[in-house]
């Protein structure tokens, strides 16, 4: 009977060890998220059966007569432009204090995962072509012609938003490339040269894992990479056409992206391309939202 009833107390105090601990989770956790106070731009959203979607936003102060298109993120979508708990709402915001009259800023969705490869024989590839020849004129349709077009993202969209101005001059007159995953090591690069590199730049190996696994959908083999590394598009000088670039990256990027990024805009200015380079003081997508806001605000 004593030991029925020690179980029993044992038992008793385990739960309530186990509730007070898990109360005390509860409330130790994140209450709420911390939101932007700003007036979302007006947005219109049109899913396209060639298999993307775009939104069009236009500020509530108007519009400049500028499209700015916007590729997200990696598991994002075309409506993360008026997220009031990222960093576009803050963008969007800092125009309105300003009383600036940007431009209207286009979403542009294939998916949680894609990269704007030019088609070769990988299977995912070709969706450069399909940007430039389905989603540019179906976006005008709408918007009508641009008095400029400018291309920005974050992550993998900023790898978008590079590979698309740099292989398509004449097309946009600035790229802003916040956070881009840029690499000086191929993703077909034997695994030894991508282990030295994971130990130089601090990446997290399963991001770059991920990254590795990911680029056979998209490149065929060495050559398809190289037609689409903004590395390599900036080694020689800038062609007619060839947009100004920004680019930003945190010191401690998780993808390691800094010394790539780095690379690319000393590379970038040394053979006459106009180049902003804003290293940051942070980790992945640490952004400098006043600086961003002036890029997208202001003509070349």
């Known amino acids: 009977?004593?030991?029925?009833?020690?179980?029993?107390?044992?038992?008793?105090?385990?739960?309530?060890?186990?509730?007070?601990?898990?109360?005390?989770?509860?409330?130790?956790?994140?209450?709420?998220?911390?939101?932007?106070?700003?007036?979302?731009?007006?947005?219109?959203?049109?899913?396209?059966?060639?298999?993307?979607?775009?939104?069009?936003?236009?500020?509530?102060?108007?519009?400049?007569?500028?499209?700015?298109?916007?590729?997200?993120?990696?598991?994002?979508?075309?409506?993360?432009?008026?997220?009031?708990?990222?960093?576009?709402?803050?963008?969007?915001?800092?125009?309105?204090?300003?009383?600036?009259?940007?431009?209207?800023?286009?979403?542009?969705?294939?998916?949680?995962?894609?990269?704007?490869?030019?088609?070769?024989?990988?299977?995912?590839?070709g969706l450069l072509e399909v940007f430039r020849d389905r989603v540019l004129p179906a976006v005008e349709a709408q918007t009508g012609p641009p008095r400029a077009r400018l291309i920005f993202g974050e992550s993998m969209g900023g790898v978008n938003a590079l590979a698309a101005g740099l292989s398509l001059p004449g097309v946009f007159s600035r790229v802003v490339a916040l956070c881009p995953p840029i690499y000086e090591t191929s993703p077909f690069a034997p695994w030894g040269e991508t282990w030295d590199a994971l130990k130089r730049t601090g990446a997290d190996p399963k991001l770059v894992l991920a990254l590795r696994t990911l680029a056979p959908d998209y490149f065929a083999d060495e050559a398809a990479w190289a037609a689409f590394s903004p590395l390599a598009a900036v080694q020689g000088p800038p062609p007619a056409g060839a947009p100004s670039l920004y680019v930003s990256v945190g010191l401690y990027d998780a993808y390691g992206s800094y010394a790539g990024a780095e690379r690319l805009a000393r590379d970038a200015r040394r053979n006459g391309w106009r180049t902003t380079w804003r290293p940051l003081y942070g980790g992945h997508c640490a952004i400098d939202v006043d600086s961003v806001a002036a890029a997208l605000a202001t003509d070349d």
């Open 1 to 125: 009977m004593t030991r029925t009833r020690g179980r029993v107390v044992l038992a008793v105090l385990l739960a309530v060890g186990l509730g007070l601990y898990a109360a005390w989770g509860a409330v130790m956790r994140p209450q709420g998220d911390q939101r932007v106070a700003y007036t979302p731009a007006e947005r219109t959203c049109t899913d396209d059966p060639a298999g993307f979607t775009f939104c069009v936003y236009r500020a509530a102060q108007g519009t400049d007569g500028r499209v700015a298109y916007h590729l997200h993120g990696r598991n994002l979508d075309a409506q993360a432009w008026n997220d009031d708990t990222y960093y576009t709402s803050m963008v969007q915001a800092r125009w309105a204090e300003q009383g600036v009259r940007p431009p209207t800023v286009v979403g542009v969705s294939f998916g949680p995962v894609w990269l704007l490869a030019a088609q070769n024989a990988a299977p995912k590839s």
